[in-house]
């Protein structure tokens, strides 16, 4: 989940529901200046900082992270360190190592190898820290303390930085929320989504003896101090992404239970507020094996079996937070009462379980080097909406979902950005590049490929960072179909495809081919009822197939756009 989904789900369909046109239009024209703006954005160098792999970033490779943080409630203020070890990647390097931490938080010190004491300069939020020359391969760690009053979420997750709130008692309720925005808004790190610690990395934080402080992977040491303060420790062992490190610190109560999954026992645990334990226990195990036994099903094992799944509550909507994921979707279906696809197929399960913990697969597992490659993180998960209500009821309720969430695609803005700069794209990377993929999966007429496919990337890229190519072209090579143009139209550009069709009755012929597409797209359709199928692939040029009156239906315009996304048009005549 990034900015972008705010606009997502507020659809058309959606905020008929609970407002008027007038609001809706007004929130629409708001998206569509921001889309635009962001288009016409003037890169700078800070830009170029944030997020290109700079010289000083080159020639190490992060292997751990271990960070700690006090929190302080009342005043808004953190302190801490990040013990980064990392290995030289690089024999001739620059003396230079870029640290990440943005404003208002500052550096106090840095201690290298446990023993040296290193110095650095600040350029907007990059911190350049002296080192000395070191040998390839060797490895090194350098702890650096950081402290102030951090940057606060506005609007968590939309705006990130940390929540300071209270839940429905009145009492401390704290959290991070820092995708797209870096968690460099609350730690010191590199803050690169192509760098992920090799080895894990833990989370300590400290915080006053009434308070519960939760976050990834499992617990691994609780500590009691003379001031009255607890320290809870844990930590992961699978790589992961910087952004997903998140701490929980309220007045939790947990329970916990075991699911069968393809490699066996996984450890499934619940951090709910007290005041909520009995309702969780009722809710949320129903709505976690449903989406384990279908996306499992669907994209192979869950890929954290080492560190366990959790839910952990949350005041806003919900991340992706990995083995850690928050929840804020007050116990009910759809997301917060609404169905983004206006079927009322969105209501029947809850939108932020199932959504958010797909991101278990296509986000944290597969992790995409640039940001601007996010629609393999945020297009795959939105489709594993689709594919999870195609497990649950069937291919017919997937495609009537799938076609109902097209009202929320925009196409003001390209879904893939500028690279090398933090950017993010068009907020259409959910839906349009969820009917990008049900488009692909429909022109291969062969679910057992598709899903293949799906669990192939998930073993093939484990725990790996990826470039957005890589994924669409193990896609192309495993269905042994080049899908580039298609991936092409979609992601690069904002022209909905046009399929033109002109029957020639007396000569029992279809005539058809594309429009509005980019050179050699060639997305193929296949059209099937109970008995009948045609396959045809389309191009620019006219084509023809032969058809019976037992088949013509096939060409109806509403079937062929349920299944592709594609505008079809009946013509009089081809001229």
Request: charged share 20%.
């Amino acid at each position: 989940m990034v900015i972008a989904q705010i606009f997502y789900n507020f659809t058309l369909n959606s905020l008929l529901i609970l407002m008027n046109r007038k609001l809706y239009f007004l929130i629409l024209l708001i998206f569509t200046a921001l889309s635009l703006k962001a288009q016409e954005t003037q890169f700078n160098h800070a830009d170029t900082l944030r997020g290109s792999i700079t010289p000083e970033r080159a020639w190490w490779d992060v292997m751990r992270y271990d960070i700690s943080v006090t929190p302080d409630f009342d005043k808004k203020y953190t302190s801490g360190f990040n013990n980064i070890t990392y290995k030289v990647v690089e024999a001739n390097h620059p003396d230079v190592m870029q640290i990440d931490l943005q404003q208002p938080l500052v550096i106090d010190s840095i201690i290298y190898d446990k023993k040296q004491s290193l110095s650095f300069s600040r350029e907007d939020d990059v911190y350049f820290v002296k080192t000395s020359s070191q040998n390839i391969n060797s490895e090194h760690s350098v702890k650096i303390y950081f402290s102030g009053k951090p940057h606060e979420a506005i609007r968590a997750p939309w705006d990130g930085g940390w929540t300071f709130t209270k839940d429905e008692k009145g009492r401390p309720w704290m959290t991070v929320t820092c995708q797209g925005l870096g968690a460099s808004i609350w730690y010191p790190n590199k803050d690169h989504q192509s760098d992920e610690p090799d080895r894990g990395a833990s989370l300590t934080m400290r915080v006053p003896k009434e308070l519960m402080a939760v976050a990834n992977g499992r617990m691994l040491a609780k500590t009691e101090h003379k001031d009255g303060t607890i320290s809870y420790k844990w930590g992961v062992e699978n790589p992961i992404s910087n952004y997903t490190i998140i701490p929980y610190i309220g007045h939790y109560k947990n329970f916990s239970e075991v699911y069968t999954g393809i490699k066996g026992d996984l450890d499934l645990d619940y951090w709910v507020m007290d005041y909520n334990l009995e309702k969780a226990k009722d809710y949320m195990p129903p709505e976690v094996h449903n989406l384990l036994d279908a996306f499992e099903y669907w994209f192979g094992p869950y890929p954290f079996y080492e560190d366990g799944y959790k839910l952990v509550e949350t005041e806003h909507t919900g991340m992706e937070h990995q083995s850690n994921v928050s929840y804020g979707n007050w116990y009910a279906g759809g997301y917060r009462g609404r169905d983004g696809s206006g079927t009322g197929l969105g209501l029947t399960w809850d939108f932020i379980i199932i959504h958010e913990s797909g991101h278990e697969w296509f986000g944290n597992n597969i992790t995409t080097n640039d940001l601007a490659d996010m629609y393999i993180h945020e297009s795959f998960t939105n489709y594993s909406e689709t594919l999870f209500l195609d497990y649950v009821y069937g291919e017919e309720a997937a495609n009537d979902y799938n076609y109902g969430i097209r009202s929320g695609i925009q196409n003001e803005a390209p879904v893939i950005p500028a690279y090398g700069v933090n950017a993010q794209g068009s907020g259409d990377m959910y839906p349009k590049g969820g009917n990008m993929l049900h488009s692909i999966r429909h022109s291969m007429e062969d679910d057992k490929l598709f899903k293949n496919i799906l669990t192939g990337l998930n073993m093939t890229f484990h725990n790996k960072t990826v470039d957005g190519s890589e994924i669409q072209e193990y896609i192309s090579d495993k269905a042994g179909y080049d899908y580039s143009k298609v991936f092409e139209q979609y992601l690069t550009t904002t022209k909905i495809p046009k399929l033109q069709l002109y029957i020639d009755a007396p000569n029992s012929k279809m005539f058809y081919k594309y429009t509005n597409i980019v050179d050699g797209f060639n997305l193929p359709l296949v059209l099937k009822g109970s008995e009948e199928k045609i396959k045809i692939i389309p191009s620019a040029e006219w084509q023809s197939v032969d058809i019976q009156h037992k088949n013509q239906y096939l060409f109806t315009p509403w079937r062929i756009e349920h299944m592709y996304y594609v505008d079809v048009e009946l013509l009089k005549s081809k001229d």
